[in-house]
Structures are given as structure tokens and as C-alpha cells.
């Protein structure tokens, strides 16, 4: 049974900074693609990062580039999202996914977690 469990988030100042984190279990980690994907309310899921296996490349949403950084551990199957100079409209609920390939579909959610940005 794959299990995908975020950690992390919280409230934080405009500009502040926070570290997301996403441990896998069941998963081959190594093949597969980690993102993050977030829903403010009242608004449709929006894709934020991904990062594909094996040193592959990073996207980033052009809101978040240049302020967010993806990363991953293999040997820990984990995956970071370290979020800096935070803006009120960061303020949603971030999920982590598992997708074979980056933009091929996600096959695997986790239960998300808040993260709210106040002016």
C-alpha cells in the first residue's frame, strides 16, 4: 500500500519562509517523478513543482520561480518544497503527488497540508 504523507506547513509572515516535507512509503521512489500541487479556496488545483527521477530536470510554476525550491532524498523518499519571500496568495492547501513523469498524470496523493501567508 503507497502512502504519501506531507509535513510541515503552518502560518508565517508575507516574506517569511517555510520547508515543506513528503515521506513516501511503498513507493519505488527512485522512479518516480515528486511534486507538489496546491488548492486556495475557491479555486482549482494549481501544479507548483515537480522534479523527475534520477536528476532530472525541476518546473516550477511561473508564480513560484525563483521563490520555491524542489529537492528530494532518495534514500529518505523524500521530497522538499523550501518556499522563501512568501506572498498571501501562496496561502492554500499543498498536496504532495507521485507521477511516473512530471506532466504524465499523478498517480498518487497525499493528504495535503495548510499553509497560510498573512500580510
Known amino acids: 500500500q503507497v502512502q504519501v504523507v506531507e509535513s510541515g506547513g503552518g502560518s508565517v509572515e508575507a516574506g517569511g519562509s517555510l520547508t515543506l516535507s513528503c515521506r513516501t512509503s511503498?513507493?519505488?521512489?527512485?522512479?518516480?517523478?515528486m511534486g507538489w500541487v496546491r488548492q486556495a479556496p475557491g479555486t482549482e488545483r494549481e501544479g507548483v513543482s515537480c522534479?523527475?527521477?534520477?536528476?532530472?530536470?525541476?518546473l516550477y510554476a511561473d508564480s513560484v520561480k525563483g521563490r520555491f525550491t524542489i529537492s528530494r532524498d532518495n534514500a529518505k523518499e523524500t521530497v522538499y518544497l523550501q518556499m522563501d519571500n512568501l506572498k498571501p496568495e501562496d496561502t492554500a492547501i499543498y498536496y504532495c503527488?507521485?507521477?511516473?513523469?512530471?506532466?504524465?498524470?499523478?498517480?498518487?496523493w497525499g493528504q495535503g497540508t495548510q499553509v497560510t501567508v498573512s500580510s
Open positions: 503527488a507521485a507521477e511516473y513523469r512530471c506532466g504524465e498524470g499523478i498517480d498518487y
Open positions: 511503498g513507493l519505488n521512489f527512485d522512479d518516480y517523478g
Open positions: 522534479l523527475n527521477p534520477n536528476g532530472g530536470s525541476a
